[in-house]
């Protein structure tokens, strides 16, 4: 392939999704960003992945969510996503927000999972090499390991930063009491927690009580993955599974047994909401995330660049009045 000649949109940070402050910090980050877990893998559209990145960015959409393991066969997400930056985002480095992560399976023996500093370490090296950094804006520990002492966990992301590998680090998926913990333990080290990274969305709601609350006590910010419940919030199952849809794929983590008849009742209601509101229900799950007023940025996946024009048109419409929001919550 020749080398690209993609020059970003000029009006990209004023046509754009907005920004909000990571918790206390002095990071913003994009009201909506955009995760490649799945869509940017190998066996994925290759031209259909780079047009999603460099529309993402036209709009301002600045942050990029990968992990280690993302893409299947995992790392194919980091390395299609570094050949993208390398071919098309060279001067734009310092325009981007690019986070990483380890903690789920990604390499066999006892040193390619969960929270060991050996794990971390290496894993983090790897995704370098794989997106030809010299560094992410982000890394964080995928999920708590019970059999790693936290300080260990921490002291590896500590030193990530100290070593200029990471500009800031943070966790994904902890049970509070860890979380409150690792935010101990880091802000000791000098080198704070960032971004609690947690699933989120009108069907998945534990947070509120746990996650949410302590992240505003620590100043820590929140971004929420998942905001679509992999797809099922959107119009596209209420008539059946459609080809290439996520539901549909053998590697996609959507199973066809998720969704059933009270599932997809539940969503035809909430279609009948949206479109009552004059959006889709993509667009108003999306917007009800953002409402929550700790969730800093929700990180889309989105398969196509029509998905994402439709995800960023969420922000024409996203307050609610109390009714709409008891309604949605009775269908949660
Ligand atoms: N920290 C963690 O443990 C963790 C776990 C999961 C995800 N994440 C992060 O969160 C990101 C997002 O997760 P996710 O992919 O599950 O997010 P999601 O936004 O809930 O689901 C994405 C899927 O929704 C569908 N979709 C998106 N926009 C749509 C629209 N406007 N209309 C109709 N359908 C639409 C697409 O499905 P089709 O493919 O069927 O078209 C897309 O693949 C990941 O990429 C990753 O960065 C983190």
């Not at 979380?179 to 080198?191: D, K, P, Q, S, W």
């Not at 008539?239 to 983590?253: C, K, L, Q, T, V």
Request: proline share 4%.
């Amino acid at each position: 392939m020749s080398k690209s000649t993609y020059e970003p949109a000029a009006d990209r940070y004023t046509n754009t999704v907005g920004y909000e402050y990571c918790g206390k910090s002095g990071l913003q980050l994009p009201r909506i960003s955009l995760g490649l877990w799945h869509n940017f893998g190998d066996v994925d559209d290759p031209d259909e992945a780079l047009k999603m990145i460099q529309f993402a960015f036209d709009h301002g959409i600045t942050h990029f969510d990968l992990a280690n393991n993302y893409g299947t066969p995992y790392g194919s997400a980091e390395k299609n996503f570094g050949k993208i930056l390398k071919d098309n985002f060279s001067s734009y480095r310092d325009e981007m927000l690019i986070s990483t992560k380890a903690g789920h399976d990604m390499w066999a023996g006892p040193y390619g999972d969960w929270g060991s500093r050996k794990y971390l370490i290496a894993s983090l090296n790897q995704s370098l090499k794989r997106m030809h950094l010299d560094y992410v804006d982000i890394f964080y520990s995928h999920r708590y390991d019970p059999n790693t002492p936290l300080e260990e966990t921490m002291s590896a992301l500590s030193d990530i930063v100290k070593q200029g590998k990471a500009l800031y680090v943070g966790i994904s998926k902890y049970p509070e009491d860890k979380a409150r913990e690792a935010y101990r333990i880091l802000r000791e080290n000098g080198t704070p927690c960032l971004i609690n990274q947690d699933r989120y969305n009108i069907f998945t709601r534990h947070i509120e009580q746990s996650v949410l609350p302590l992240a505003e006590e620590h100043g820590v910010g929140v971004v929420a993955f998942s905001p679509l419940a992999q797809g099922m919030l959107s119009d596209k199952y209420i008539n059946g599974i459609p080809e290439n849809s996520r539901a549909a794929h053998s590697y996609g983590f959507l199973q066809k047994s998720q969704l059933t008849l009270e599932v997809i009742d539940k969503i035809t209601k909430l279609n009948d909401i949206a479109e009552k509101r004059g959006q889709s229900l993509a667009q108003m799950a999306l917007a009800w995330c953002l409402h929550q007023p700790q969730v800093n940025s929700v990180i889309v996946g989105t398969s196509s660049v029509k998905q994402l024009q439709d995800n960023i048109n969420t922000l024409n419409n996203s307050t609610f009045t109390d009714d709409e929001l008891w309604r949605i919550g009775e269908l949660g």
